[in-house]
């Protein structure tokens, strides 16, 4: 057997593996031919396909006390989504927990929207990632106002100013205070579990 060295004036590259990274198209493929088990939260994040985490208990909450706060404030005209997709961009599928979008529900019967007015995640385990590439991928489809309620820290995190993929503007509010939604005030307090 003959071995076969290396001469040090050759040069070995080594390319690292990298993942698939999935269009919108695709993963929408996927779903329609039922590749997911129908009980797995699933979302396509930036051509990555990631699965949610499972909720605990103050999650849940958060997400009843934003439903009821949102559909007070959001009537007609308007469309309260909860955790439902939107179809963003050509490499995002993202299920935020609320998003806010014009029209009637029947407007959305066979498309789904591609933006929003507002878009709500109540997080805690997951706050670094909605801060850093949920943000990203909802500016990128310049949703105007982006909510994070922070149940770590018990604040509400506003971003607003979409400008080349970015937020321009920050804004926390602490629990005593109030943030303006659509003419009418939301008592910090009252969304948080």
Avoid at 33 to 42: C, M, S, V, W
Avoid at 59 to 78: K, N, P, S, V, W
Avoid at 167 to 189: D, H, P
């Amino acid at each position: 057997m003959m071995s076969t060295a290396i001469a040090p004036s050759q040069s070995v590259t080594s390319a690292m593996p990298r993942p698939k990274l999935w269009t919108r198209k695709e993963y929408e493929h996927l779903i329609d031919l039922g590749a997911f088990d129908p009980e797995q939260r699933l979302e396509l994040i930036e051509g990555e396909i990631i699965e949610k985490m499972p909720q605990n208990e103050p999650h849940e909450l958060g997400i009843m006390l934003c439903t009821e706060a949102l559909r007070r404030i959001f009537q007609d005209g308007y469309v309260v989504r909860a955790q439902l997709p939107l179809s963003v961009g050509t490499k995002s599928v993202p299920e935020p927990d609320f998003a806010v979008v014009e029209g009637t529900v029947r407007d959305f019967a066979k498309m789904r929207p591609s933006s929003a007015l507002l878009i709500i995640e109540v997080s805690d385990s997951t706050l670094l990632y909605d801060r850093t590439a949920k943000a990203r991928i909802y500016a990128r489809a310049l949703v105007p106002q982006y909510w994070i309620l922070n149940l770590n820290e018990r604040v509400l995190e506003v971003s607003l100013t979409p400008i080349r993929g970015a937020y321009t503007e920050r804004k926390t509010y602490a629990e005593t205070e109030s943030v303006l939604l659509n003419g009418q005030n939301i008592a910090v307090k009252d969304l948080l579990p």
